[in-house]
């Protein structure tokens, strides 16, 4: 699935430890106009909607961590090989 052209896996090594937002659902929708973002996280009760500048900021920050800190796309799918072979 991983090799189809709308389909994007990464994986964060478990190396780089713990990281921003970890245990949580995230889904942060981004467009032309910064201000119209949104971030949605997964909770017990239901999607919650995140909309203020303070927010966007501190999950714009963890996309980028995350961005920076993920394996790409080849050597993440390299991983995932790697590692069924080894079962």
């Keep these: 699935m991983s090799e189809r052209d709308h389909i994007t896996v990464r994986i ?5 430890g713990s990281f921003p937002g970890a245990g949580h659902a995230l889904l942060y929708s981004e467009g032309a106009v910064p201000q119209l973002d949104t971030a949605q996280l997964d909770s017990a009760h239901g999607p919650e909607f995140l909309h203020s ?4 900021a501190k999950y714009r920050a ?3 961590w995350m961005d920076s800190e993920t394996l790409s796309a080849k050597a993440s799918r390299d991983l995932i090989h790697a590692i069924i072979s080894e079962l």
């Design 62 to 64: 963890h996309v980028e």
């Design 12 to 16: 964060i090594p478990v190396e780089r």
């Design 53 to 56: 500048e303070a927010q966007l």
